[in-house]
T-cell receptor
Framework: GQQVMQIPQYQHVQEGEDFTTYCNSS?????IQWYKQRPGGHPVFLIQ?????EVKKQKRLTFQFGEAKKNSSLHITATQTTDVGTYFC???????????FGGGTRVLVKP | NAGVTQTPKFQVLKTGQSMTLQCAQD?????MSWYRQDPGMGLRLIHY???????DQGEVPNGYNVSRSTTEDFPLRLLSAAPSQTSVYFC?????????????FGQGTRLTVV
């Protein structure tokens, strides 16, 4: 079945620094979604990318969908303590009825 | 707006007991799903439903049953709880299948099986 992998599993970042987390799928995706889960909370939708090579920005967050639609990245600039949490990517299976999540990147921010 | 409501928030079960985790949404979403979240393993799909009366298995369905008699409700039943089912369970709903719609998650149910 489809596999979605994320690296790194953990990311320790100094406040103010930038970092990138990566998402790779074993199959071509129709779209990729990103979610954020704060500690003790539930996943919250951030964004969906659909087109090959698409880039979207949300304030300090930049999301990119690869040309082959098998990978994606999330880049955060000037990390803040509010960025703490786990970031998940997720992609639908070919038939479209199952959403497969990556293992997540847990972000810890050092003030 | 209530969104997706899960009950209970916390539960402790003894091995072999059964229980039902409740999930209700008030957004008239057709698609609903259940995930379990274990440390370091992300979210794994247990069962999902594309509409009332239609359910199907996800990645880890063993030991769980679901039904979808109404659009609003999608309960998850643990038939005979095992320690391996200790986890955080999330219910999610979306307007349509995952190809085109964001998922809204409930607050989660933290289940411990002893």
């Amino acid at each position: 079945g489809q596999q979605v992998m994320q690296i790194p599993q953990y990311q320790h970042v100094q406040e103010g620094e930038d970092f990138t987390t990566y998402c790779n799928s074993s199959t071509t995706l129709s779209n990729i979604q990103w979610y954020k889960q704060r500690p003790g909370g539930h996943p919250v939708f951030l964004i969906q990318l659909v087109k090959s090579g698409e880039v979207k920005k949300q304030k300090r967050l930049t999301f990119q969908f690869g040309e082959a639609k098998k990978n994606s990245s999330l880049h955060i600039t000037a990390t803040q303590t509010t960025d703490v949490g786990t970031y998940f990517c997720a992609g639908p299976e070919a038939a479209g009825n199952k959403l497969t999540f990556g293992g997540g990147t847990r972000v810890l921010v050092k003030p | 707006n209530a969104g997706v409501t899960q009950t209970p928030k916390f539960q402790v079960l003894k091995t072999g007991q059964s229980m039902t985790l409740q999930c209700a949404q008030d957004m008239n979403h057709e698609y609903m799903s259940w995930y379990r979240q274990d440390p370091g393993m992300g979210l794994r799909l247990i069962h999902y439903s594309v509409g009332a009366g239609i359910t199907d298995q996800g990645e880890v369905p063993n030991g769980y049953n679901v039904s979808r008699s109404t659009t609003e409700d999608f309960p998850l039943r643990l038939l005979s709880a095992a320690p391996s089912q200790t986890s955080v369970y999330f219910c999610a709903s979306s307007y349509s299948a995952p190809t085109g719609a964001e998922a809204f998650f409930g607050q989660g149910t933290r289940l411990t099986v002893v």
